[in-house]
């Protein structure tokens, strides 16, 4: 009888890091279950993993809702009968340029919800999934605003923070369990968030965001996606509760 393909679960994947990181899990063989608000983008996702010769579906899903997550994961396990490895990578950047003076509770409660409450209701459900498949790999996303400040950003720079932590209580929880978990810390990354904040093409706020990088350049969304596949290998068979910058050097400065 043949070896089934592992299955992963990638939140947010409709575009972005998401999107790539779905690619990336692909190509590695893994069979991919891909969530997002946005139906259309996530089932041409799908398409294009399908066309690639892997098996893919689509679940649409609000990741603020604990309900939503559980949804996904029975999902998932209908569908394919296991979880190996998860991705928690839906996010939202909230309302910029609000000084804590001028936040609002919907800005506040609305990127908390989705940003850190995704993460811990996906992986309340995950984990269970995961120890029934004898173990495995979460990887949440975080981001450089996870270590260090950044102004007109508080409701982001806090969300970012306890996914950190949330993390490392995850990891200890489970060292012993067979699941390793662990996060990756972008920079900036070219997506649609970067557009939004910088405008599409040059700009001088392209060039000052991309000069904060050591490397003065943005990255690119597959860069973060290989290092999130890293995570999720055999290779990393020994890290778990470890926060990974992929950041062009920002945080070594």
């Known amino acids: 009888m043949p070896l089934l393909k592992p299955v992963v679960l990638i939140t947010g994947a409709?575009?972005?890091?998401?999107?790539?990181?779905?690619?990336?899990?692909a190509h590695a063989g893994y069979r991919v279950v891909i969530t997002?608000?946005?139906?259309?983008?996530?089932?041409?996702?799908?398409?294009e993993i399908v066309s690639l010769g892997s098996e893919a579906i689509f679940v649409q899903a609000d990741h603020s809702k604990e309900i939503d997550n559980?949804?996904?994961?029975?999902?998932?396990?209908?569908?394919?009968?296991?979880?190996?490895?998860?991705?928690?990578?839906?996010?939202?950047?909230?309302?910029?340029?609000?000084?804590?003076?001028q936040q609002t509770e919907a800005n506040f409660r609305h990127t908390l919800s989705v940003n850190l409450g995704g993460v811990l209701w996906a992986m309340k459900y995950e984990i269970p999934a995961l120890l029934k498949s004898g173990g495995g790999?979460?990887?949440?996303?975080?981001?450089?605003?996870?270590?260090?400040?950044?102004?007109?950003?508080?409701?982001?720079?806090?969300?970012k923070h306890a996914v950190e932590g949330l993390t490392k209580v995850a990891a200890l929880e489970n060292a012993k369990r067979g699941i390793r978990v662990n996060a990756v810390a972008p920079g900036a990354i070219q997506t649609d968030m970067i557009d939004r904040f910088v405008g599409k093409g040059e700009?001088?706020?392209?060039?000052?965001?991309?000069?904060?990088?050591?490397?003065?350049?943005?990255?690119?969304?597959?860069?973060?996606?290989?290092?999130?596949?890293?995570?999720?290998?055999?290779?990393?068979?020994f890290i778990t509760g470890h926060i990974l910058p992929v950041d062009g050097g920002w945080l070594a400065k």
Do not use: W
Request: aromatic residues 4%.
């Open 14 to 25: 409709a575009s972005g890091i998401g999107h790539a990181t779905a690619l990336a899990f």
């Open 36 to 47: 997002d608000i946005n139906e259309n983008n996530g089932l041409k996702v799908v398409k």
């Open 70 to 101: 559980a949804r996904v994961v029975d999902t998932t396990l209908k569908a394919f009968g296991r979880l190996d490895a998860a991705v928690n990578n839906a996010g939202v950047e909230g309302s910029p340029d609000l000084k804590i003076e």
């Open 137 to 159: 790999c979460i990887v949440n996303l975080s981001s450089v605003a996870g270590s260090i400040g950044m102004e007109g950003m508080a409701a982001y720079v806090a969300s």
């Open 203 to 237: 700009s001088k706020g392209r060039s000052d965001l991309a000069a904060l990088h050591p490397m003065d350049r943005i990255g690119r969304a597959d860069e973060v996606a290989q290092a999130i596949l890293f995570l999720c290998s055999p290779a990393s068979s």
